[in-house]
Structure formats: structure tokens, C-alpha cells
């Protein structure tokens, strides 16, 4: 019976090994999962918020949008009032479309005029996007 019993000790040793490779090995897919998760998520946001920005201020405003949101702004059209865009964030990517409730041409009744050179608040508040010094 000791000759039988050390014989099998000795088998305990690789199957461990194996369980501490699989644990590892299915922690890294989690861990990838977890990160495509977090870039499809911030790509989306990053779309969201530049889709706004571009149909309200043009192509400009969606790539400084994009660029504050951490995704690469891939592709932009803009047909009238609408802008839809395309935005990477590491392996994402991601689509939005928003469309403007007013021509940027001329602002709604109200608005004052500075709207036409870049505020779009009567407070004179920036355009979206812009760094505040």
C-alpha cells in the first residue's frame, strides 16, 4: 500500500499545474472580454456625443468631442441638419446619428446672433468641445 500511495501524491502535482494554467488562461479571456466591453461602450459614447456635436457645430466640434471621449472620429457626413459619424476606441467601433432642431445658418428667434459665430448659448458660453482657458 506505501509504494501505491506515493504513486498516486505523484499525480496530484501535474493536475495541479494543469488547474493553475486553466484559471490563468480563463482570467485572460475574461480580462479581454471586460476590455472590448469597456471600448464598445466609451466608442458609443464617444459617437453619441460627437453625432450631437457635429449636427449642431459641423465636423470640427465631432472630432473635439470625439477626441474628449477618447475615440478616433473614423467618419463624418453631415446632410442638412443631421450628422452621422463613426468613432474608434481601441478595437471598437461605433455609429451615431443625431439630428439638429435648428438650421446653423441662422438661429432660432431668441438666439442671439453671436450663435452664428460660435456660442450657441445667449449666455456667450463656448461652443461644445472648446477648451476653456
Do not use: C, Y
Request: glycine share 12%; net charge positive.
Amino acid at each position: 500500500m506505501d509504494g501505491n500511495t506515493r504513486r498516486e501524491r505523484g499525480s496530484v502535482v501535474p493536475l495541479m499545474a494543469l488547474a493553475v494554467v486553466l484559471v490563468g488562461v480563463v482570467a485572460l479571456a475574461i480580462g479581454r472580454i471586460g476590455q472590448a466591453a469597456v471600448w464598445r461602450a466609451r466608442a458609443q459614447a464617444g459617437a453619441d456625443a460627437a453625432a450631437l456635436a457635429g449636427a449642431v457645430e459641423g465636423r470640427r466640434a465631432a472630432e473635439a468631442l470625439a477626441r474628449q471621449n477618447g475615440a478616433e472620429l473614423v467618419a463624418f457626413e453631415l446632410e442638412g441638419r443631421s450628422a452621422r459619424v463613426t468613432v474608434r476606441v481601441g478595437g471598437a467601433e461605433a455609429g451615431a446619428r443625431a439630428t439638429s432642431s435648428w438650421d446653423r445658418r441662422s438661429p432660432p428667434a431668441g438666439m442671439p446672433s453671436t450663435a452664428r459665430n460660435g456660442t450657441t448659448r445667449s449666455e456667450g458660453k463656448p461652443p461644445i468641445g472648446a477648451r476653456h482657458s
